[in-house]
């Protein structure tokens, strides 16, 4: 495997950050570049590895019953003998887990420690044209990873493990249905020139979803005989189980990048910027069309030399072939007061980055939470900087769309 094996860190810690004095996580220092962690073993899955099993060390199983009985329940279950299997009414109201109380010192380890099973109710494909043609019914909700910035616990609270929705014949089911009455695309756009293009992966990471069950797998191998459409999910987390897929170009990986000094302190439990940028040969070779997140973007003070450093790095370390297929979406940051004020009780460094009122302006939205953004100038003048860095920098790299 030409490029570093990923996971979380070989101290023998579940995190793959220190943890302080009180038990809080604190981002490690020095990570971030490409580390010497061994590889899993030519032909063991990855997710069979030490490194898989310290990310998620499962320990309780939140089940509704009819999710736990199914055949991607009872997988998900045999992988994770030792855990305790508790049964709820549903994978949305679990006492003690969803909101906030009581698990803000602790909320990061749940991610890891525990897993919901669920069966998914609502199987509605929306309409997206940004990132994709369309925003499919995902196979999870929630991730093991811990990002600061996550948006995905806005409506769970932010103790917010990966739900796996164990109903993935139904998903795909009505994915066939979906793309059976559109019929081909009628003419190109940025997403595509000419698959429909369904997002896979809007509430959690479909490469850590691989960990646990065969959700990615079934989807990756549905889109391969989908000859009109093609997957496509960002990931912050290198997984080499991926490869061996065989997904015939149907299924676009965007593979997240920022800074690698913003990712040490922001994207808690990823793999670091350059083993995502080294896997992209690797997964273009595999089959998968690549592509990147410039994401999300966060101003601060020397972030234009930043990036620039960033771009200047994919423009020498990517070959010819994965700069031929590549593009690019750039998302500004957006935050949330509610998680500003989560972060704050275990990561305020994080918050020194992404809550800038100074910045930044409000947005009430529907459930009353206050999302924000950067104002509207502040972030026009910075898409369009980010648009000169990458045309000097990285000049190969089409910008699909950025906001
Ligand atoms: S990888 Fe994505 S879904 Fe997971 S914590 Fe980070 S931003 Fe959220």
């Given at each position: 495997m030409p490029y570093p094996s990923v996971g979380p860190d070989s101290s023998g810690s579940d995190t793959l950050f220190d943890l302080d004095a009180l038990g809080h996580p604190v981002p490690a220092e020095g990570g971030g570049g490409p580390s010497p962690r061994p590889a899993a073993t030519e032909g063991d899955p990855f997710r069979d590895s030490a490194a898989a099993r310290r990310l998620l060390p499962v320990r309780t199983v939140y089940a509704e019953p009819a999710a736990a009985a199914s055949p991607r329940g009872r997988e998900v279950l045999a992988r994770f003998p030792e855990a305790e299997v508790i049964e709820v009414d549903s994978h949305w109201r679990i006492p003690g887990l969803y909101g906030n109380e009581g698990n803000l010192e602790r909320w990061v380890r749940v991610k890891g420690e525990t897993l919901v099973l669920g069966e998914r109710k609502s199987l509605a494909t929306r309409p997206n044209g940004r990132s994709a043609d369309w925003i499919a019914p995902g196979p999870s909700n929630g991730c093991a990873l811990a990002c600061a910035y996550c948006y995905v616990p806005r409506r769970k609270g932010y103790a917010n493990p990966i739900t796996v929705f164990t109903n993935i014949d139904r998903i795909i089911g009505h994915l066939g249905r979906h793309l059976a009455r559109l019929g081909p695309k009628p003419e190109a756009n940025q997403c595509d020139p000419s698959a429909w293009v369904y997002d896979i992966g809007e509430n959690g990471d479909c490469s850590v979803d691989a960990l646990v069950c065969d959700n990615t797998a079934?989807?990756?191998?549905?889109?391969?005989?989908?000859?009109?459409?093609?997957a496509s999910f960002a990931t912050k987390f290198v997984n080499p189980d991926l490869l061996a897929l065989d997904p015939r170009g149907r299924t676009r990986v965007r593979f997240s990048l920022m800074p690698p000094q913003d990712s040490r302190l922001l994207d808690l439990r990823?793999?670091?910027?350059?083993?995502?940028?080294?896997?992209?040969?690797?997964?273009?070779?595999?089959?998968?069309?690549?592509?990147?997140?410039?994401?999300?973007?966060?101003?601060?003070?020397?972030w234009e030399e930043d990036w620039a450093e960033l771009l200047r790095r994919l423009d020498d370390v990517l070959p010819e072939r994965v700069k031929r297929q590549a593009a690019a979406e750039v998302i500004m940051l957006t935050h949330n007061r509610e998680l500003h004020e989560v972060n704050l009780g275990w990561h305020p460094r994080a918050e020194e980055l992404l809550w800038q009122p100074a910045l930044q302006q409000g947005k009430r939205?529907?459930?009353?939470?206050?999302?924000?953004?950067?104002?509207?100038?502040?972030k026009a003048d910075a898409v369009r900087r980010l648009r000169e860095l990458v045309a000097a920098h990285s000049p190969w790299l089409r910008i699909r769309y950025a906001f």
């Amino acid at each position: 495997m030409p490029y570093p094996s990923v996971g979380p860190d070989s101290s023998g810690s579940d995190t793959l950050f220190d943890l302080d004095a009180l038990g809080h996580p604190v981002p490690a220092e020095g990570g971030g570049g490409p580390s010497p962690r061994p590889a899993a073993t030519e032909g063991d899955p990855f997710r069979d590895s030490a490194a898989a099993r310290r990310l998620l060390p499962v320990r309780t199983v939140y089940a509704e019953p009819a999710a736990a009985a199914s055949p991607r329940g009872r997988e998900v279950l045999a992988r994770f003998p030792e855990a305790e299997v508790i049964e709820v009414d549903s994978h949305w109201r679990i006492p003690g887990l969803y909101g906030n109380e009581g698990n803000l010192e602790r909320w990061v380890r749940v991610k890891g420690e525990t897993l919901v099973l669920g069966e998914r109710k609502s199987l509605a494909t929306r309409p997206n044209g940004r990132s994709a043609d369309w925003i499919a019914p995902g196979p999870s909700n929630g991730c093991a990873l811990a990002c600061a910035y996550c948006y995905v616990p806005r409506r769970k609270g932010y103790a917010n493990p990966i739900t796996v929705f164990t109903n993935i014949d139904r998903i795909i089911g009505h994915l066939g249905r979906h793309l059976a009455r559109l019929g081909p695309k009628p003419e190109a756009n940025q997403c595509d020139p000419s698959a429909w293009v369904y997002d896979i992966g809007e509430n959690g990471d479909c490469s850590v979803d691989a960990l646990v069950c065969d959700n990615t797998a079934d989807l990756v191998r549905a889109f391969r005989r989908w000859p009109t459409a093609k997957a496509s999910f960002a990931t912050k987390f290198v997984n080499p189980d991926l490869l061996a897929l065989d997904p015939r170009g149907r299924t676009r990986v965007r593979f997240s990048l920022m800074p690698p000094q913003d990712s040490r302190l922001l994207d808690l439990r990823t793999s670091p910027v350059d083993e995502r940028i080294a896997a992209a040969a690797d997964f273009l070779d595999a089959g998968y069309e690549v592509h990147f997140n410039l994401s999300p973007v966060v101003l601060r003070p020397g972030w234009e030399e930043d990036w620039a450093e960033l771009l200047r790095r994919l423009d020498d370390v990517l070959p010819e072939r994965v700069k031929r297929q590549a593009a690019a979406e750039v998302i500004m940051l957006t935050h949330n007061r509610e998680l500003h004020e989560v972060n704050l009780g275990w990561h305020p460094r994080a918050e020194e980055l992404l809550w800038q009122p100074a910045l930044q302006q409000g947005k009430r939205s529907e459930n009353g939470a206050l999302n924000v953004r950067y104002r509207n100038q502040v972030k026009a003048d910075a898409v369009r900087r980010l648009r000169e860095l990458v045309a000097a920098h990285s000049p190969w790299l089409r910008i699909r769309y950025a906001f």
